[in-house]
Every structure is written in structure tokens, then in C-alpha cells.
């Protein structure tokens, strides 16, 4: 990959991604917050929808959080922490490994059941089955880089993502040459990451920021409005 494609893709494109990440998820919830949910179709088929959920949520949740603190969290804390690169590497192997297999495989119980039941197909929005799919080839594409690192366990290319990653949030111009040198399927597993974020604010996925918080400040009630029956009321 030349050193102007190398920079591009991973030295502007992270601005690009983040920036409509935060800017869409604002608008739309400001402008279109009926739709800041995900819709279910458990009304239509519930068979693997809960295994198939559970699995999926419980894995890919521990993915995003360990790629969060794994990669942002800096260098000098696991070293005060005396925890070595290869350790945090192995560590990251082990919990990433088990955590993406389980999402992987509730991502294909959802998939199954929602390409092989044509009610469900039918129900469903392009943006709906793109972004599984992409989420679906992400998490192989994850799964598929442990098999690169457990060729070499000393936590260097670890640490090289570390720097790029920390370095974006820190306006390191010189953020994408850490990784101008680093196999494919790394690059190829960020360049998705970060098209997933550019796609977020547009798909399901934004439920994720408001669930939560929604349960928490929901209000103590709730508005029912009763059909008005004929001649009831005289």
C-alpha cells in the first residue's frame, strides 16, 4: 500500500468517520428521535431471536469495550501496572477470541433467521441487512487477525495499533505511518470498524447510545390514549 493511500485511509478517514458518528447521531436525535430504537421482530418469529440476541449483544459488547481499553488506554499505565506487552497481547487473544466467537455465533442465528424467514425478509430494511452483514464480516475479520498474532506474541503490533489509535485522538499527524507496515487483515479489520462508524448514525445501531439512558430517566408513566367509542359519551 503506498504511503498516500496509507494516510488517507487511516490518517483522514478516522476524522471523516468519527466526525459523522457525532454529528449524524446528534441530528438524528434531535430531528428524528422516534427512530432513535431498534424494531424488533420477535412478534413475527421469536425462535433464535433470544439465543441469537443474547449471544450476539454479550459478545460484541465485550469486543467494543476491550477495544477500548486496550487500545486507548496508555502505554504507561500497563507498564506502571507491570503488565507486559505480551501479556496484555495474550490476554487480548484469549478474552477477544471467546467474546468474538460467541457474537459470532448469535450474529448467525440472527442472520439465519432473518434472510431464511421470508415474513422477516420481507419486514426487513436494506439498512437493516447491510449493516449484519457488515458487522457479520467484521467479526470474522477480527477473529481472523488472532491467527496472525499468535505468530508472534511479544505485543509489538499491539502496541504499533495502540500508538495509531491513541494518535488519532491526540492529532498525531504522523498516525498512520505506525501501521503503513501492518498485515492486511488488521488494516482491512479498522477500515470496516471505522466504515461501521460512518454508517452508525444512518442504521439500528444508535439504540445502542440511547438504551440505556432511557431506561434510567424514563418517565414514571405512561400516555395511553382510549379509542373513543360511539355513543359513549352524551
Do not use: C
Request: charged share 15%; glycine share 8%.
Amino acid at each position: 500500500m503506498s504511503e498516500y493511500l496509507n494516510t488517507a485511509l487511516f490518517g483522514i478517514y478516522p476524522y471523516i468517520a468519527l466526525s459523522v458518528l457525532a454529528i449524524g447521531s446528534i441530528i438524528r436525535y434531535d430531528r428524528e428521535p422516534y427512530s432513535w430504537k431498534a424494531s424488533s421482530s420477535q412478534l413475527l418469529r421469536r425462535r433464535q431471536l433470544v439465543m441469537g440476541s443474547v449471544l450476539f449483544h454479550i459478545g460484541v459488547l465485550v469486543v467494543f469495550f476491550g477495544h477500548l481499553v486496550g487500545l486507548l488506554t496508555p502505554i504507561a499505565v500497563f507498564d506502571a501496572l507491570g503488565i507486559s506487552h505480551g501479556a496484555k497481547q495474550i490476554l487480548a487473544i484469549v478474552a477477544g477470541g471467546v467474546a468474538g466467537t460467541l457474537a459470532l455465533i448469535g450474529a448467525t442465528l440472527l442472520m439465519h433467521r432473518r434472510f431464511a424467514d421470508p415474513r422477516i425478509r420481507k419486514h426487513s430494511s436494506f439498512a437493516d441487512n447491510a449493516i449484519l452483514i457488515l458487522l457479520y464480516v467484521q467479526l470474522l475479520l477480527g477473529l481472523g487477525t488472532i491467527f496472525i498474532s499468535v505468530q508472534h506474541l511479544d505485543g509489538h503490533e499491539m502496541v504499533t495499533f495502540m500508538n495509531w489509535a491513541q494518535g488519532i485522538f491526540t492529532l498525531d499527524f504522523r498516525a498512520a505511518s505506525y501501521i503503513i507496515g501492518a498485515h492486511w487483515i488488521f488494516k482491512a479489520h479498522l477500515l470496516l470498524g471505522l466504515t461501521i462508524f460512518l454508517v452508525f448514525p444512518f442504521t439500528r445501531l444508535v439504540h445502542m447510545f440511547s438504551a440505556p439512558l432511557r431506561y434510567i430517566f424514563r418517565q414514571g408513566y405512561q400516555v395511553v390514549r382510549r379509542k373513543p367509542v360511539p355513543g359513549a359519551e352524551k
